[in-house]
């Protein structure tokens, strides 16, 4: 598959989710205490996403 969500802990033990196109990380969220949220940021990027506005701010 060319895309794909990650679930990764960081140095500071908390849970963060990267998108990866063809092996290159496309974007990074915050930190999550849980991984639980770490998947309700994902379920919300999936559900919200395709049809979120793009906004030109150059």
Same mark, same amino acid.
Do not use: C, W
């Given at each position: 598959m ?6 990764? *802990?960081?140095? /500071?033990g ?5 998108? #990866?196109? %063809?092996?290159?990380?496309m ?7 849980? *991984?639980?949220? /770490? ?6 990027? #999936?559900? %919200? ?10």
């Amino acid at each position: 598959m060319a895309h794909k969500f990650e679930i990764y *802990k960081d140095k /500071a033990g908390e849970f963060r989710v990267r998108f #990866k196109y %063809n092996s290159e990380t496309m974007f990074s969220t915050e930190g999550y205490s849980t *991984k639980a949220s /770490a998947q309700n940021a994902i379920d919300s990027i #999936k559900k %919200n996403g395709p049809g979120a506005p793009t906004e030109d701010l150059s």
